[in-house]
């Protein structure tokens, strides 16, 4: 299904987005949060990292 709405939603995903994104590897999305960090302790400006936990979220939902 994805490989039918890549055109679609390659206009209307966002450009931080790592996951399922050729070319785009889950690393630099760790190492952009490790630079923000850094940046955020550096200059003292407040950082609010969010990280949510789709595992849990999916397996909850029902699939039917």
């Known amino acids: 299904m994805a490989r039918h709405l890549w055109h679609v939603l ?3 995903r966002h450009t931080s987005q790592f ?3 050729s070319g785009n590897l889950i690393l ?6 490790r ?3 850094a940046y955020s302790e ?3 400006t407040p950082l609010c990292v969010f990280i949510p936990d789709f595992q849990h979220d999916f397996h909850r939902n029902s699939h039917q």
């Open 10 to 12: 390659q206009d209307h």
């Open 42 to 44: 550096s200059s003292g």
């Open 28 to 33: 630099e999305a760790v190492s952009l949060v």
């Open 19 to 21: 996951c399922g994104v």
């Open 35 to 37: 630079h923000a960090i």
